[in-house]
């Protein structure tokens, strides 16, 4: 019997343990962040610190040379949700 809210997500999030930036014109230096959970259509962040984190920006994963645009859709202050928008 599992445990826990229903699954709502449109694809299945695989953990990981990843070091990202949230970069955006309106911050004025990157945020670190880890990457806890990611799929192909969002990700789940951690950002340790409390940061202003804007609605829309630019998610960088320098150790995969990877960089993807997303929206905030959730956050409880510590976890933040985004979905992918390109």
Do not use: N
């Amino acid at each position: 019997m599992p445990f826990g809210p229903p699954e709502r997500r449109s694809s299945e999030r695989f953990p990981t343990h990843l070091k990202g930036w949230i970069a955006d014109k309106t911050t004025p230096a990157p945020i670190e962040c880890a990457i806890w959970d990611l799929s192909t259509t969002g990700v789940r962040l951690v950002v340790s610190e409390p940061a202003a984190i804007p609605l829309e920006f630019q998610l960088q994963i320098p150790d995969h040379e990877a960089t993807a645009r997303v929206r905030l859709v959730w956050t409880d202050g510590v976890h933040y949700g985004a979905t992918f928008t390109d």
